[in-house]
């Protein structure tokens, strides 16, 4: 059963948020920048509520920008631009456009990432919440879970939409690149500059199109039973009397990654011998595998999101009905 979060949205959101004082937003705007959590539960849904809509918003201003961009980029490619009476080429106005363009999706990109932020941020509070609800409600004692195996999977829909998303990526960057090299008069500079720029763009997409292209045939990277935990990805695989505590990691905690996933949530399990276990990993992931164990403590790690996967909530209800180790919000 879902565990998410309730919240207003669309012009309720934006109502109660404005219907703040003026000092409370700044404080809250200030106070999500500098990493702190939020402490007052009742503003929480409406920051996330606000956040939401506002993303929603900001999306659809920057898909509308990038598809004039691109239609003001191809018009200047093909040199299709009005011609004055003395035969001069005058591209000022589509270029001053393009310019236009870029310039708004730069500006709109920034607020977009803070929009992404905020809403995240107020639902980590509500999660949080709920956590520590769940946490005193009583329980039967029972914790092996039966016979039954939970699996936490990937959503695959939204797996192929963003695998696609990434080939398209890959194969405009590799065409534009091959255009700029094969049609060039000469091997400048620029060219062979923004050639491996489009390369080594298109190199750091690959692994994670190919990763993403394992989950295909099986999107299961959690598996949990009465046995123990495994992570059939990476080959790594445990008994529940390892598990020390349960550890859930969001926001600053996560490093660069939450530029990125700002509603990514990594569960990490601190678990006895990690390093035997990390060292006992494929050797595929051996690498990744380690360098979680760096970052977080155990190599025990697997990201949790309401895109890709499942609520961290439901996680850690999922969790809970194999072992009674603690649960720690950083």
Same mark, same amino acid.
């Given at each position: 059963m879902s565990t998410h979060p309730t919240y207003p949205t669309g012009r309720d959101a934006?109502?109660?948020?404005?219907?703040?004082?003026?000092?409370?937003?700044?404080?809250?705007?200030v106070t999500e920048a500098s990493g702190e959590p939020l402490a007052d539960l009742d503003l929480a849904p409406i920051v996330t509520g606000y956040g939401h809509t506002m993303v929603i918003r900001?999306?659809?201003?920057?898909?509308?920008?990038?598809?004039?961009a691109l239609a003001l980029s191809a018009l200047l490619?093909?040199?299709?631009? $009005?011609?004055?009476?003395?035969?001069?080429?005058?591209? /000022?106005? @589509?270029?001053?456009?393009?310019? *236009?363009?870029?310039?708004a999706i730069l500006l709109r990109a920034g607020r977009h990432l803070r929009y992404r932020t905020l809403r995240f941020w107020g639902l980590a509070a509500i999660e949080r919440a709920q956590l520590a609800a769940g946490s005193e409600a009583p329980t039967d004692g029972s914790t092996d879970g039966g016979h039954e195996v939970t699996e936490i999977r990937f959503n695959r829909v939204r797996l192929v939409s963003v695998t696609v998303a990434g080939w398209i990526v890959v194969l405009l960057l590799a065409g534009v690149a091959a255009y700029r090299l094969l049609n060039a008069p000469s091997l400048s500079v620029g060219n062979v500059v923004f050639a491996v720029v489009c390369g080594l763009l298109v190199?750091?997409?690959? $692994?994670?199109?190919?990763?993403?292209?394992?989950?295909? /045939?099986? @999107?299961?990277?959690?598996?949990? *039973?009465?046995?123990?935990?495994?992570?059939?990805?990476?080959?790594l695989r445990g008994a529940w009397s390892e598990v020390r505590d349960i550890e859930v990691i969001s926001g600053r905690a996560l490093g660069p990654r939450r530029l990125m996933h700002p509603g990514m949530r990594v569960v990490v399990l601190q678990v006895d011998n990690a390093q035997q276990h990390a060292d006992s990993a494929i050797p595929l992931r051996r690498r990744e595998v380690q360098a979680d164990h760096r970052q977080y403590g155990s190599p025990v790690a697997f990201s949790v999101s309401y895109f890709f996967t499942i609520p961290v909530l439901d996680a850690i209800t999922a969790l809970r009905r194999y072992t009674m180790a603690p649960v720690i919000w950083q």
């Open positions: 934006i109502g109660r948020w404005r219907a703040l004082p003026a000092g409370t937003r700044r404080s809250l705007l900001n999306r659809w201003f920057l898909c509308l920008a990038a598809i004039g490619a093909n040199r299709s631009w $009005p011609v004055s009476q003395a035969g001069d080429v005058t591209p /000022a106005l @589509p270029l001053l456009a393009l310019v *236009a363009c870029l310039c190199l750091s997409l690959l $692994p994670d199109i190919r990763r993403q292209r394992e989950y295909f /045939a099986d @999107p299961t990277f959690v598996r949990l *039973a009465s046995g123990g935990w495994e992570l059939p990805g990476t080959g």
